[in-house]
């Protein structure tokens, strides 16, 4: 199982990025994948996350009506197009895939990549 998250980088604010997660090793369509993101000294946060067996979303309250998720089911990969960046938003943003789950609840999360660094100036 892999997760590898992409995309990541310097940012001023009010700018955008789109964060991949590209996935190999289990069955994409029967998996959620979600978004997480931490900053130091802070707890992991749940940014948003997507159901792949029916495409449902959902989002934190940070980020609803700037972050948007979507899934390509033939690429195994979900992608966060993040808009309208704020500096904090700046954080190590993970991807996790959770069986049959759409959800922010990180302990439900059974994989997880690596993560990659966004970082928002004002």
């Known amino acids: 199982v892999q997760l590898v998250e992409a995309g990541g980088g310097l940012v001023q604010a009010g700018g955008s990025l789109t964060l991949s997660c590209t996935t190999s090793g289990f069955n994409f369509d029967n998996y959620g994948i979600g978004w997480f993101r931490q900053a130091p000294g802070k707890q992991r946060e749940g940014v948003s996350s997507?159901?792949?067996?029916?495409?449902?979303?959902y989002y934190g309250d940070s980020v609803k009506g700037r972050f948007t998720i979507s899934s390509d089911h033939a690429k195994k990969t979900v992608y966060l197009q993040m808009n309208s960046l704020k500096p904090e938003d700046t954080a190590v943003y993970y991807c996790g895939a959770a069986w049959q789950l759409a959800t922010l609840i990180t302990d439900v999360y059974d994989y997880w990549g690596q993560g990659t660094q966004v970082t928002v100036s004002p």
């Open positions: 997507i159901k792949n067996s029916d495409d449902s979303t």
